[in-house]
Structures are given as C-alpha cells and as structure tokens.
C-alpha cells in the first residue's frame, strides 16, 4: 500500500481523498451515470468496487432491497477469489473473520452396516503450491459488507441506492442515442424515476430485469434434485463438524461446511425425490424437516439444531444465457454493447462446487476494467466485445462441471445415473474432488487468443504464467526494502496492465544487453508506456513496468537501476521504490517455481484483471506495441 | 476470532455487541470511574483497549490535548509490540499499513577518503525464529488509531474525552476513603471538574502532573547529545534510502528509518555539541539546518528534502522514577497502590534504539489485567505491587541499554566515550547491533519470581518456554478444523490466564496416564478452574485450558477428548472445538522447538499479558493449585 505521497496525510491511509466529483452519500439518485448497476449483490458490488477507482466515472448502484443483506445466500469463497480481494487491499481482513478449508473428510455408508457411516478418507482441499491464497468460507453479506466499504474509502466514494426496482430498459439507437443511450425505469416507493446511462450492467440475479429487456433468455434444464440449506448451531457427536464433509449414505447426500466464527456450520442436505415429493409440492419444509433428513443421512452420528441463522430449499439448475450483452451475434462487427449482464443473470447453478458467488464476481472483475478503460478514453470500444465472449465459456464451462459435480455429489443417495451410482459405489468421489481442486479454486479459466489474450507462441519462456490464465503468484524480495512479498500482489484493482520483465542471467549488468535495451526502449517516446500514458497521469496508471532480476538483492543498487525501474510520482517527482524485486533467498527461486527461461528472460504482460495476456521475449519490444496497440489508446 | 456463539448476528464480527453499561460518546466527563487514566498516548490507549474488554469496569480517558495526534512522536513498534496488538486483533491491519524492518545497512568513513562514507555491513533486523511478528515502523498515531478504534468496538465503547488536563491528584484515606479515594481535578475550557476514582493511572508524559502529585521524581542525567527528528520526503542518491541505515561519518551520526507507504522517510540527525551550541543555544535549528546537516553526515551522497511533515529537536536524557505508584517501599506490606505511573511518567530515553513507544505500551499491559483482576474480584488485591516491582525492573534495564546504545550510535562522530569511539573505528556497531536484537525486540524481559512467576524448577520440561519471559509462540494446527495456525495467538487480551497442557508421549490415549488424570482434575470441582471460575462466566473466562498433543491431528477423534478440552459455551452450551493442537506438519514440531519433554509433558501457565507464569509436570496440579491460590479470588 503506497500513500504520503504528496505530504504525510494523517488518519486511515485506506481511505482516499475524496475527489471533487466524489459522490455525497445524502444525495438522491442522479439523472444520469456513466455506468448503471442493477443489483448490490457479489456481482454489483465487485464492479462498483472496481469502477469506484475511476472517480472521474460516474458509477451508480442501485438494488430492490431496502437495505444491505444480512444473512445467508452463498458463502463459499475460493481461492481466485481471495487473490482478487486481495488487489482491493481486502484479503487480509477477509482471512481473519472466515473459515479456512484445509481438509474435507469424506463419509460412505459401512460396508458391515449399511445404515451407519463410516469415513473413507481426509485430504487436503487445496493442493499446494496452486495459490498463495485459502479456500474460505464467510457469509456472502460480509463480503458485500467489505465491497461497500472499499468502495466508501475510494476516492469517488461509491454509495449503493436501495429500494428501487428495475422495471424497463430502453437503447436510444442512431440519432436518438446521444450520450446517455440507455434509459432505465427504476419504480421506488415515492413513484418512478429515470436514469440515463452510457453502460448499463445488470447484476440483478436469476430474475434479471436487465437480461429480460434485452432479450436474452436463461435456458437449460433442471436436474432432478432439491436440496435444502440450513446455517445452524448444533449439538453433535459427529467427529468432523469442524471440516469441510461429504456424506453419502443410503438415506442421501449431505454436506457440511463449517462456518466463520467457531460455532455455526451450513448443512447442505439432499432431499430425495421419493420421499419429500409430497411435502416439496405443498411448500411444507421446514428447518425441522431438514434437520430431520440431516440426522437420516448422518446416521448413526447425530445433529441436534439449536439455532437456526438462515435456511431455505432450492432445486438444482443449470441454465445459461447464450451471449451477455445486448449485441446479437451477427451484429458483432457493427454495434458496440450498451448493456451487459452478469452473475446469476446470466447463468444458474448449483451451490454444491461453491462456485457461484466466485464465479458472479470473476464475471464482474473481467467486465469492470474494460468499461473503465472505454470510459476513460484508454481503451478501444471494441474491448467491450471481450467480456461476453471470454466469460460465457467461462459459464459454460462451469455449467458442465456443476452438471457432473452434483450428479456424483448426490450419487451415494439419490445417483441420477447408473455411472455415478456405480463410481460412487467404489468410494471415488474423493479421488474425484481432489481431481477437480484447481477448478473449484477457481484456478483454471483460461481464455483465449483475442485482442487482449496473446497466442502463447512464446509460451516457453515463462512456462510457469500459462497465457489466458490468471497470473500465479510467487515470492520475491522487493529489492529497495528486503522485503518479502507475492509478486502477484503489486497487482491493484486500479484498471492498469502491468508488464514484468524477467531479466535474463545478465539482467541489468550490461549496458547492450536484451534487459537494459529494453528498459531503455520502455524510456523512449517510440514506448507504448509513453504513447498511452495521457498527460498529467502517474507514469504507472496504464501500463505498469516491474522487474524481476535473477541476482541477490544484496549484490544490486537500486540506483542504477535504469530510469523506467525508478518511475517518478507525485507532485513532489518522487522515484517509485517498489518496482523491482529478487528471488526470495528463504523461498524457492520465483524462476524456477514458474519455469522462466533463465538465459533469455522475458516479458509477461498481465492484464488489469490479473489474467496473463502474452509472453514475450525481452528483445520483443516491436511485438509489445503491436498488441497493445490493439487495445489501448492515447487518451485525451 | 470466535462469534455467531449466541446465534447469527449481522455486520462486523469484530463489533462486540454494546453492553448494557457501554459509554456513550455524546455524554459528558462522569463524576465517577473505577480507573481514572490520565493521557491517551501509547501507554494511556493500551490500558483503555485492555480495561475495553470489562464492560462492568468504568473506566475513563482524559487527555489535555484537544483531539487526537496526527503526526509525528515516536515510530518503532517492536516484534514484541506486534505480539501484543495481536491479541487484540490489530496485528494484521497494522502489518498491511507498517514499513516492516528486513535490514539494516551501517555505513562508516571511507578508510581511504574519510570525508566520504561507504557501506560497511547489511545485515537482517530480526534474527529467524525469535518472534511470528516482524518489526514495523508506523506513525505513533496510527497506532492510537487503531487502539482507539479497538476501544469503540468494545464492549464498553470506551471513549477518550478531551481538553482535560489534571491540575491535582488527592488521595484520601481512612475514613475518608470511601469507594473512591482518589480526587482528580481537571482544568479545561468551562472551569474546572473532579472525577473521583478507584484507581488513577498517569500516562501523561514525562511531565506528568499525575507523577509530580504523587511525589515521585524522574531522576537522571542527559547525556551530552542533541538530536534532530524530520519526518520527510526526499529526493538522494543515497543507495539505501529504503532500508533502516546507521550512518556514524566524521560529521556526525545519522540514522535512517523508512517510513510507511513506500515515500516517507524519518532522519534522526546528530548535532554536534559544538559545532551547533549557539544555535541550540537561540532555539534557532530549523528543518533546513537539519537537512543541511544530514548531508554534511551522508557526503558524498545527498539528499534533498521536498516535504517536511514533521520535526523537532530534544536532547538525549535518560531518568527514572524509583516506584511507579505510590505506595512508598517501606509501607508495601500496609498499603495498596491507588495511583500508578506508566510509559514516559516515570522513564525516558533517547529515541535510538526505538523502545519508548513500546515499553511504554508494556508497562501499560502489564498492569491493564491486574487492575481488571482486582476490580472484578478475580485477583487478589496484591497484584497491584508487582506493577511497580516488574516494570520499574524493565524501566531500569533499558536506561542502562540506551545509555551504551546511545553512545555507540553517536560514535562514528561525537563519541563521548574513548572507549566507545575506538569500538566505534573498529566499525563493530554492527555486531553490537546484532547481539542486541532479542532486547531491541523486546523479547530479553525477564519477569522475576513473584506471586505471578514460579521459580523454574521445572523448565527442563520446557526449556524454550522461560519462566518469567513472554510465551513464544509456534506453528501448530487446530485439530478440529485442520487449520494452522501460532499457538500464541490463542492468548487474546481478555484477562483470562492461559493453561497449555503439552501433552505426554501417551497423551489422550491412556485414561490412567498423567495427561487424562490432570484433564480429569481439572474438571472437578476441586480444581483451580472450578474454584475460580465466577458463576454465570464461561469456562476459559479466567482460566483458559488448551492442550497441544504429539500425534498428528490426522490420528486423533475430537469427540473423545477430554470435556476440560471441549468446554461448553453460550446460551446453548455449545463445544468450543478450539482448544486442543497438534503439530503441523508442514512446520518444525512444536515439541521440538520449545523443547518440550517428550516423554513427560507439562503443563505451561501463561499470564494474562503473555508472560509465562510457571512451567510444572503433569501430575503437579496440587502445585499448580498452590501457585493459583496466591493470586487468584474466588470472584463473587
């Protein structure tokens, strides 16, 4: 966290000035807003969050809900995720107050007893070494809770309108567009009121507003299972009730998952078509009943429930929205999106993988740089076609993997199909868990080769940053300070790319070598940092330069460091001391651990989403303005 | 953290639900406090966040300052410091915002050129495995911040008040006694007003009316050095501008402490006696003189100062109180403390050596849990002497230490000492800056055996848990949820003793083994725990058990421990599952680390402020009975 920058500033350093355009938290619902967002749940407030960095954007949140959630809804949050909470500067607090998942212990009707449990295995929940960040669990009201308080901090200070319901959405086209092209109803309780916005997101849930003005449809079918979901304190003699467990017994399939705080656990448990059919019909069950079930499927253990948070039944679906914005496919190359959706709007699922929450808000970080970028003139419109085309594979994606998660999960009980009945019979759900960690974490989205994904012809220089996919963390020593540090957090949710360079084995010691050719070309006004950084910004705010050298930090002198190392800030032209880093002496090498080709080096360009866009060599410097002249523009 | 025990409750777990005798900010100054704390620095905030956690203890805040500090003082916070801030919560947000000390560079006169300096050493600042916490350098008002901010989610919400300053401090006793003996008036801008109070703490500073009202006389001499402070952001070539550098050149001394968000810088500026007498002499040292000479010291390097956000000037004194209450020796075994002296009120130092802000905050915490104890009946009254025994120990120990550390530092230059300028030449500063690093941690404190410290006849069961020095915490995991985490961290700032039962090479798993016998002890109504522990409290509210087994977790079945080790909590007696370890096994087994007898176990008994009470074998409950009954009150 950089701050003092312009002066010693005293008080909280995570709360930003406030800029003159920063929003007055008494003020009503203006007239027009850059951006609309339709929904405060993880989606919309992600965003918010996101856009809040841009105080010059007028970002506008509003919700149905008369107030913030209290309770309940989902509460898993992966890995991925908490690496992108990190870049708001919220990971720290988050691990505090959750659940850490560390194991899941798996249990399977006795072979000698079939009516009684027994564990058939404990492992690890996430596998080593795939995220510098824990699997946690905390109430998805408390991540919002967190989001709304960045997005008070932020300089623009981002304040969500509640009690207002989306009812009409209407795109101005041709000469009728003018700035503001899209006109949102809003029905409150004092009437009816407008706002006009450039972008229009809608982050309003399975029932979208949003998504039913543009025509878009949910389609898919449901699976023929109801779960019921109880957040409970329970009395229990079962061993595990402190890890994460899935039960699969004769009576049908539970999960427990323990909850933040020492005491609560959320119980997933599998009502069984036959034997609840009648009582799901007449809307007839209660937290009695599932607690019931609970104790079925738990047998010969019990739970006694003592108090109950939050409980409610749903039926599995997985349904999806073809595109997520409001261009027809064949319109592509014509129009531009005005409207989006995102999170539940656009794709349903089941809360078995814990992916959905995870998924909302990774569809939201890929959407909220790209309109800032349009917005602040730093990027080209055309970048606005990215997002529906990298995150509904994404949802896809994730649509198969629920499909067959949920089928196996329920497979002890209630099986769907004779395959995962049989698999499941010979005790293999755990293999298969542990299989699919890296996709539960949230680790393995990889999108592909478009104008801000590179084709990873040079793949093999950095083997370890896998091009489409989100940038692995490693631990370096931030060479101004010793330091130990993750690289992967000099990452900001501040909309910038940042461009590593991994020096070769001469790194900085030549004057002609490929590194301080580099940096030197970086300086030059030929540079993309030069071309795109507009007047007046910090020489970091678009395209943020770091190095990684291969030296002991003992051996080297910052102050030779070539000038693009040592950018200048501030109103004082401050050196920014933070840029380069080492290997961690006390830790395995950042090279070795991601596979970067020691003699050549390389560059790896990581987008504002923390997705790495494109490994180059050092000597590519041509072929770094070519690509980013795809995407970026000189800002006025 | 632990919450949701009562039920599920939204917001912020770390809001602690108002009690019913919680202050309110909008109420004036009251007429009456049980502990009357006179000035909200270090030592003044440590005590209120620690007398925080009593929301039946009235205690009030007053500081003659009319809000909150904003900048400058002191800026160190030892490893120590951060161990303390842990236990209430504060460790990680502080860690976030802190510069963290890695290394430290001495720089000294070039042998061939003595007008320039060069690099003499680099060396780490805290050497590996003597704390979890790193050593931070972070502005002495955000550290009031936090506490501040640790007091208003309390409980109590206590809150400061301000504009107050003490003008007297009378003690009335006999008759006159009363329920609150002690009158403080208290001067501000509508007249004037007296709060009567059980106990009065001064933490007013090395001015301190509360010290001077008791009779009390810092005592001692000043060493013949002045010291300039600025707090600056700077433009140099100076190589290690961000690391914490020792500089003794033949013009002086200068020491370099970066500062927090990345900018910032601290130089603490020697002034030469004779070279800047006149201008002392006419108070006329103004930043720029200070700037000039820093790069008289730094020469050949320069610095050029942009921003100045804080400075002063003060001559290195070091002074003492004999007592910091004021029970005068001879009367200790008549009388009890009613006014004690605390943090610069009764001890001050140089700067150097970075200890004034954390010792203070020590003498704080040493006394926060006796006053809490004596006041809610727990402790008996006695307790009060060992503040003054134990702290004024500390007080004395670190005069001695600053007096040499001081001298060394100004060596290079204006060295006082023949002796010290002829080490100084021998450029071991650095060495003797090592050597020193346990004490400038502040982990060399070693409490002497009194009525809350055993004598260590037993500490070859635990030769790396010291009798009287603070509990080193280690890596271990959490049995019931697998989690890692230190095991120090299980001590919060709660008042209560902690009790870690290291278990026997047996362990739980024979019921006529010493480890099952002294868990069964404890749980009858003979037992300390029983004995002490007030109606209507929880089990751990005084006497915390925790117990720490040599198998892996992965071999052990929560549910048959001991129920000592599974305590029942809250309105639904609901199992605390938090309170038995193992070894973690991607870590140095804990039993290995702390030396633990293997084959016998023991048990270790922590204070309330961290400090280890006594080490006893397992089968010693009668002496850890014994031990109790000397400082612990069956409390009505």
């Known amino acids: 966290m950089q701050f003092h920058l312009d002066g010693y500033r005293p008080g909280d350093p995570s709360v930003q000035e406030a800029h003159p355009a920063a929003q007055d938290p008494d003020a009503g619902l203006p007239d027009t807003a850059d951006v609309l967002i339709v929904g405060c749940g993880p989606a919309g407030l992600v965003l918010a969050a996101q856009l809040a960095a841009f105080p010059g954007i007028r970002t506008v949140v509003v919700d149905r809900k008369d107030g913030p959630l209290q309770v309940g809804q989902a509460d898993g949050v992966a890995c991925r995720t908490v690496e992108m909470f990190e870049a708001f500067g919220l990971a720290e607090r988050l691990k505090e107050e959750a659940y850490q998942v560390n194991e899941v212990s798996f249990w399977r009707p006795d072979p000698a007893d079939r009516s009684a449990i027994v564990r058939t295995g404990r492992i690890q929940d996430v596998e080593d070494g795939i995220s510098e960040m824990p699997h946690l669990i905390v109430n998805q009201a408390r991540m919002l809770d967190h989001l709304r308080e960045h997005m008070a901090r932020s300089a623009a200070r981002v304040v969500p309108h509640y009690g207002l319901t989306a009812s009409a959405v209407e795109i101005a086209g041709g000469a009728d567009a003018g700035e503001h092209p899209v006109a949102v109803t809003l029905e409150h309780a004092g009437g009816t009121s407008v706002v006009r916005a450039k972008y229009v997101v809608g982050c309003d849930g399975a029932r979208s507003a949003v ?52 005491y609560l656990v959320r119980l997933y448990i599998e009502l069984e078509a036959e034997r609840y059919r009648d009582l799901l019909r007449e809307r007839a069950v209660t937290p009695e009943v599932l607690a019931a079930a609970a104790n079925r499927i738990l047998s010969p253990y019990r739970v006694e429930v003592k108090d109950v948070g939050w409980w409610t039944v749903y039926e599995v679906g997985q349904r999806l929205c073809a595109k997520f914005d409001d261009v027809p496919p064949e319109e592509t190359a014509d129009r531009l999106p005005r409207v989006f959706i995102a999170g539940d709007a656009c794709h349903t699922h089941s809360a078995k993988a814990g992916q959905g929450m995870n998924v909302s808000m990774a569809d939201a970080f890929n959407l909220g740089w790209k309109l800032a970028g349009v917005l602040t003139g730093s990027a080209a419109p055309e970048l606005l076609h990215t997002y529906s085309a990298e995150r509904q594979t994404v949802a896809q994606d994730l649509i198969d993997f629920d499909r067959d998660f949920a089928s196996r999960m329920a497979a002890g009980g209630g099986a769907t199909t004779a395959a995962s009945k049989a698999e499941a019979e010979r005790g293999r759900f755990a293999d298969y868990f542990r299989d699919q960690g890296r996709y539960t974490a949230g680790l393995s989205v990889r999108y592909e080769p478009s104008m801000i994904t590179g084709t990873g012809e040079h793949q093999h220089l950095a083997k370890g940053f896998s091009t489409g996919m989100r940038f692995h963390s490693a631990p370096v020593v931030r060479l101004a300070d010793a330091r130990p540090v993750q690289l992967g957090h000099a990452a900001r949710a501040d909309g910038a790319w940042r461009l590593y360079l991994f020096a070769d084995r001469v790194g900085d010691r030549s004057a002609d070598g490929s590194f301080r050719r580099l940096c030197d070309h970086l300086a030059s006004a030929a540079s993309p940092l030069a071309r795109f950084t507009p007047a007046g910004a910090e020489p970091d705010a678009v395209l943020d330069v770091r190095a990684i050298l291969q030296q002991p930090h003992h051996t080297l002198d910052p102050t030779t460091l070539p000038p693009v190392l040592r950018p200048r800030k501030g109103r004082f032209a401050l050196v920014d001391h933070e840029k380069v880093f080492c290997p961690d002496p006390r830790q395995a090498d950042i090279f070795d651990l991601r596979g970067i080709d020691r003699d050549r080096g390389c560059m790896v360009l990581v987008r504002p989403d923390q997705y790495v866009a494109h490994v180059l060599p050092l000597d590519a410097a041509a072929q770094l303005s070519d690509f980013l002249d795809g995407v970026l523009r000189t800002a006025g």
């Open 211 to 262: 998504r039913k003005a543009i025509g878009r449809r949910l389609e898919g079918d449901a699976l023929n299972q109801t779960w019921g979901v109880l957040d409970v304190l329970v009395e229990t003699d079962f061993p595990d009730i402190r890890l994460k467990s899935v039960v699969q017994s004769e009576a049908g399939a539970l999960l427990i998952i323990p909850r933040e705080g020492g």
